[in-house]
């Protein structure tokens, strides 16, 4: 049973489209991120939830939306999608263990 | 200069070696010090947290040392399964946001 997950895995659309990512986790915690790895490999983190409320927000541009319908549920929206939106997003969860965090598999999303 | 700075390597290693990375970070009031690991194409785990007294987890050991602001971790014995990239990772803030280093890129060979 998957503890993060997230879908889809692979998204490829063109650039000026809006797409979505979900993310569920099964594991009752309450803090939800997500994270975008660029080419180089460098994991940043771009939001995070508590409990359904916005809590961290980086300085992401603001085509990108996040959305917690509850506690187990955060989703990424993207709209008029750029090149440079390339990269794969991770969502992950805030364990009881002090700091942990557990990642979902990851989306790969290309943009053409 | 970045938050989090490593050895971006790769390290290329025999089976059996003793292998060290080391990192540092910017922010002095940090709280929590991690190691991730990143296999190719996979979402980072968690490989330990990093306390000021050191600890060790089998073949694995990290230190802090908070003056330095410095991190380190010792791999002892490496497998070839130990292939992957490692992640110093360090949490500042209530929200618990975490900072991660580009990696060091470890390649173990028989």
């Known amino acids: 049973d998957t503890a993060v997950s997230q879908t889809p895995k692979y998204l490829v659309t063109q650039m000026g489209n809006d797409k979505s990512i979900k993310c569920e986790q099964n594991?009752?915690?309450?803090?939800m991120y997500w994270y975008k790895q660029d080419s180089k490999k460098f994991l940043k983190i771009m939001f995070s939830?508590?409990?359904?409320?916005?809590?961290i927000n980086e300085t992401v541009p603001n085509r990108f939306s996040p959305k917690s319908p509850d506690k187990a549920h955060l989703n990424l929206h993207i709209n008029s999608l750029e090149l440079g939106d390339s990269a794969v997003y991770f969502c992950?969860?805030?364990?009881?263990?002090?700091?942990?965090?557990?990642f979902g598999p990851g989306t790969r999303l290309t943009v053409t | 200069r970045k938050e989090v700075e490593q050895d971006p390597g790769p390290f290329n290693v025999p089976e059996g070696a003793t292998v060290a990375f080391n990192c540092t970070y910017s922010?002095?009031?940090?709280?929590?010090f991690f190691w991730y690991r990143q296999d190719c194409r996979k979402e980072p785990k968690l490989l330990m947290s990093?306390?000021?007294s050191g600890n060790e987890d089998g073949r694995f050991t990290a230190q802090l040392n908070r003056a330095s602001q410095y991190i380190s971790l010792l791999i002892r014995d490496s497998k070839l399964s130990d292939s992957a990239t490692y992640l110093c990772?360090?949490?500042?803030?209530?929200?618990?946001?975490?900072?991660f280093g580009a990696g060091t890129r470890l390649a173990v060979h028989p």
């Open positions: 990772v360090v949490s500042s803030g209530g929200y618990n946001k975490l900072i």
């Open positions: 922010n002095s009031a940090s709280q929590s």
């Open positions: 939830y508590n409990n359904k409320e916005l809590i």
């Open positions: 990093v306390y000021s």
């Open positions: 992950a969860t805030r364990g009881q263990v002090p700091h942990e965090q557990y």
């Open positions: 594991l009752g915690h309450d803090t």
